[in-house]
Structures are given as C-alpha cells and as structure tokens.
C-alpha cells in the first residue's frame, strides 16, 4: 500500500507518497481500507519531529480516519467486512490502509458520510473528554473556547451550544468570529485586537468561564487564570503558546479552581476505548439529530498533504482540513 511518509524532521516538504508495508491485522483489531483521514495540529508536531509516535504506531501521521472494513480479528464481534466507519488512531491515517483496535472504532453518525465521517473521531473524542468528562460542564455555565475556528474549536462551540453553556471563543479575524457565531458562540473575542479575559468578564456580568478549553499553553496561563470564575475549570489540551510559565497560587486558590492537563494520544487502550464509548452512547445521538455537525473546510488527496499542512500552520481554515485516497 502507499502511505504519506516523514522522510526527516522539517517542513511540509518532508512529507512523500511512498510504497510501505501493508498493515496487519491483531486479533483484536479490524483493518480499514482508508476513503479520508484529517490533518490535527499533532501531525505537524510530528513530521517537525515534537510529536513522535506511541510504541506500536504506524510511523507515519494521522491520528483519525473513515473508511470500509476490510478485515476482522478473530476476536472482534459487531463489525463485519464491507461496514463503514470511522477510527480514532494513535497514528497511521495518511495512508490507504490502517490496522486499529475495534474497541477506537465509531459507526457513521446518521447523515455523515464516509469521507465527512474522517473529520469526527479525533476532534469530538478530545472535546467531549476534556469539557465533559474532566471539566463536568454543566448546562448555563459559560465555556470559553481558545481557536473558536479550528477543528477543536467549532466542535467545542456546537457541544458546549448543545449541553446549554453559554460559550464564548477567541479568534484571529472578523471572519473567523463570524463563522463561529453561526455555530452558536454568544461572546466573540478577536485576540489580535482585545483582552479575552477583559470581554468575556464583561459580557459575563463579571462572571468570567467555569470552563476554558485551552490550546495555547503558557502564553494565555495568566490570562486564562484571570478569566477564570469561581470553582472554575482550566483544560490544557495544546503547547502552541509554549510549555513553561509561572503560576500565581494566590489566584489559583482563592478562586478555588482547577488547572487540568491531558493529552489523547498516548493515553492506554483502556480509557480510549473508554472514551469512544462515551461518545458513541453520548455524543453521536446528538450528531444524528443535527445538534452538532463536522466542520470541513476543504478536501485534498491525501498525495497532496504537504500542501494540506501549509494550510492548517498557517490557519487559513475553518474546522477540519481532510485527505482523501
């Protein structure tokens, strides 16, 4: 089969359409053949040599994709050769097959097809396990949301819209706020031009986020501290802003709040499958009924993926950027 290999750390350059081993399939695993799969801000870190693969992962990137079944392990039940269905990876989407265990396997939610289906599995298992199953948002708290325009983000702002949040998003342009007020943002904060924690306390009558889903790392750590309401709930899911920052404890504990890290990918196979149940059950009723909706900005062969992460470092995007076999 043909995969989109890293040939070295560097640029999008790096990435080739290169022959490499088919796939094998475990006992506990089916074989996709791949029809799309996304570009996350997590395979850029890895081709640039940040993010490198969990023990056991295809070297090359691609953390989610959609496509046929193929293969069955001999210990699956539920999933037969010919379904459809969309996966959550530890890596190995870019290419025209992948082995993934069937506990990360999703069905197509009803309405969403096959190649649409790729943009799911990652961004709505990371948002529904961080403002969900950590954060515990509850209906009328305010939800504030770093990148409202990415893919993270307008799944963020339809769940949070979906569970009855008030939610609030930062952006880089008039465009982007736009978009994300279509999909039910109230409180719209352009970070190139204004202080988010000045506006959304303002707009909150002083409240300020029970829950911030945070992309930016130690950059917005003060601000998002400062934002922060009472018994309030911080979500570090990214390091875009960098890694180290000083804290004030002061703040932290006279606000009785919460500062909460995690990652997805290298989590065991036990609380991903976890997860993806959670948002099977959960989740994907509420993506049939139209409640909430991938986001796709554009579609690329999957051959032409260096020319895909141009465009996501550069955020000239909405949602999700997918590759297609």
């Given at each position: 089969?043909?995969?989109?290999?890293?040939?070295?750390?560097?640029?999008?350059?790096?990435?080739?359409?290169?022959?490499?081993?088919?796939?094998?399939?475990?006992?506990?695993?089916?074989?996709?053949?791949?029809?799309?799969?996304?570009v996350n801000r997590a395979d850029i870190m890895q081709r640039q040599g940040h993010y490198p693969p969990p023990a056991g992962a295809p070297p090359w990137p691609g953390l989610e994709c959609s496509g046929v079944v193929r293969e069955?392990?001999?210990?699956?039940?539920?999933?037969?050769?010919?379904?459809?269905?969309?996966?959550?990876?530890?890596?190995?989407?870019?290419?025209?097959?992948?082995?993934?265990?069937?506990?990360?396997?999703?069905?197509?939610?009803?309405?969403?097809?096959?190649?649409?289906?790729?943009?799911?599995?990652?961004?709505?298992?990371?948002?529904?396990?961080?403002?969900?199953?950590?954060?515990?948002?509850?209906?009328?708290?305010v939800l504030l949301v770093h990148g409202g325009g990415s893919g993270i983000g307008t799944a963020a702002i339809q769940i949070g819209v979906a569970l009855g949040a008030t939610v609030a998003v930062t952006a880089g342009s008039a465009?982007?706020?736009?978009?994300?007020?279509?999909?039910?943002?109230?409180?719209?904060?352009?970070?190139?031009?204004?202080?988010?924690?000045?506006?959304?306390?303002?707009?909150?009558?002083?409240?300020?986020?029970?829950?911030?889903?945070?992309?930016?790392?130690?950059?917005?750590?003060?601000?998002?501290?400062?934002?922060?309401?009472?018994?309030?709930?911080?979500?570090?899911?990214?390091?875009?802003?960098?890694?180290?920052?000083?804290?004030?404890?002061?703040?932290?504990?006279?606000?009785?709040?919460?500062?909460?890290?995690?990652?997805?990918?290298?989590?065991?196979?036990?609380?991903?499958?976890?997860?993806?149940?959670?948002?099977?059950?959960?989740?994907?009723?509420?993506?049939?009924?139209?409640?909430?909706?991938?986001?796709?900005?554009?579609?690329?062969?999957?051959?032409?993926?260096?020319?895909?992460?141009?465009?996501?470092?550069?955020?000239?995007?909405?949602?999700?950027?997918?590759?297609?076999?």
């Amino acid at each position: 089969m043909y995969a989109v290999v890293v040939e070295a750390p560097g640029g999008p350059e790096t990435l080739t359409w290169q022959e490499v081993p088919d796939p094998v399939c475990g006992p506990d695993e089916v074989v996709l053949d791949v029809a799309a799969s996304a570009v996350n801000r997590a395979d850029i870190m890895q081709r640039q040599g940040h993010y490198p693969p969990p023990a056991g992962a295809p070297p090359w990137p691609g953390l989610e994709c959609s496509g046929v079944v193929r293969e069955v392990g001999a210990s699956v039940t539920g999933w037969a050769v010919g379904d459809e269905a969309c996966a959550l990876l530890a890596g190995g989407g870019y290419a025209e097959r992948v082995a993934v265990p069937a506990a990360q396997l999703l069905p197509l939610p009803t309405g969403v097809d096959l190649v649409t289906a790729a943009a799911l599995p990652e961004v709505m298992c990371t948002v529904w396990s961080n403002v969900v199953m950590a954060a515990r948002l509850r209906p009328r708290e305010v939800l504030l949301v770093h990148g409202g325009g990415s893919g993270i983000g307008t799944a963020a702002i339809q769940i949070g819209v979906a569970l009855g949040a008030t939610v609030a998003v930062t952006a880089g342009s008039a465009a982007k706020l736009d978009r994300c007020a279509e999909l039910g943002a109230s409180i719209l904060v352009n970070y190139r031009e204004q202080d988010f924690a000045e506006e959304v306390r303002s707009a909150t009558g002083g409240h300020g986020a029970d829950v911030v889903l945070d992309i930016m790392g130690a950059k917005y750590l003060a601000a998002n501290l400062d934002v922060l309401a009472v018994q309030g709930r911080l979500v570090v899911i990214g390091l875009q802003g960098g890694r180290k920052a000083e804290l004030d404890l002061r703040g932290l504990m006279s606000k009785r709040a919460s500062i909460i890290g995690t990652t997805l990918r290298a989590r065991p196979a036990a609380e991903k499958a976890a997860i993806v149940a959670a948002v099977r059950d959960e989740l994907w009723p509420m993506i049939s009924r139209g409640d909430v909706a991938p986001v796709v900005d554009r579609h690329l062969p999957m051959r032409d993926a260096a020319e895909a992460h141009r465009i996501v470092e550069q955020s000239d995007h909405v949602g999700k950027v997918l590759l297609t076999t």
